[in-house]
């Protein structure tokens, strides 16, 4: 099956550093991306779309220059989230849709996430 | 009004039993349903897809009901391993397939 890697998995941070989460399609290729953030005993709330090549599509109230998104090829997507603030604590998750994959084309697989704990 | 709401749970049920999970969706136009189910700490994983003429996978039933905007999944014969989160998805608008969850539902199964 498809299967989604992020990295890091856990990561803890002073406020006001930058972190990069890595968003990877192992054996396949994705030109749409997405990533989520979920709080606890939340659901989880898609955070922006992210296109290989463009610009990504942040939802309402999701700061583009706070999460920076870039999708440079078609196995690789990354978040930064930039001076990073305690209410940024979260578990971030990304998902990729196969392109090209014969019945799977509908599906989302999603990346074990990323907890970040911001201090 | 959520887009999609779901029990809010959590279910307490004794191995064997028999458990069912509900949703509403208020986006009339979606198109693809699925049921995920979320471990601790984990990301989603899909459970199954929700087809219009129901859809039945080992001890997981799904049926979707278009005109009341209503999805179910039903557990029969629950294991322990089936405690987790239960979330109902709907897809959104537009070919970005992007989905949105609902709060999820937990089930715990007791021995």
């Known amino acids: 099956g498809a299967v989604v890697s992020q990295h890091p998995s856990r990561v803890i941070c002073k406020s006001g550093t930058s972190v990069k989460i890595e968003c990877r399609s192992l054996?396949?290729?994705?030109?749409?991306m997405f990533w989520y953030r979920q709080f606890p005993k939340q659901s989880l709330m898609l955070m922006a779309t992210?296109?290989?090549?463009?610009?990504?599509?942040?939802e309402q109230g999701v700061e583009k220059d706070k999460f920076l998104i870039n999708h440079a090829s078609l196995t690789l997507s990354t978040l930064t989230v930039t001076s990073a603030h305690p209410e940024d604590s979260s578990f971030y998750i990304c998902s990729a849709t196969p392109v090209g994959l014969a019945g799977l084309t509908d599906t989302q697989y999603f990346g074990p996430g990323t907890r970040l704990t911001v201090l | 009004r959520k887009e999609v709401e779901q029990d809010p749970g959590p279910f307490n049920v004794p191995e064997g039993a028999t458990v069912a999970f509900n949703c509403t969706y208020s986006n009339s136009a979606s198109q693809s349903f699925f049921w995920y189910r979320q471990d601790c700490r984990k990301e989603p994983k899909l459970l199954m897809s929700?087809?219009?003429s129901g859809n039945e996978d080992g001890r997981f039933t799904a049926q979707l009901n278009r005109a009341s905007q209503y999805i179910s999944l039903l557990i029969r014969d629950s294991k322990l391993s089936d405690s987790a989160t239960y979330l109902c998805?709907?897809?959104?608008?537009?070919?970005?397939?992007?989905?949105?969850f609902g709060s999820g539902t937990q089930l715990t199964v007791l021995p």
């Open positions: 054996d396949f290729q994705a030109t749409t």
């Open positions: 998805v709907v897809d959104g608008l537009g070919s970005a397939r992007q989905l949105t």
């Open positions: 929700v087809y219009s």
């Open positions: 992210s296109n290989e090549g463009s610009k990504a599509t942040y």
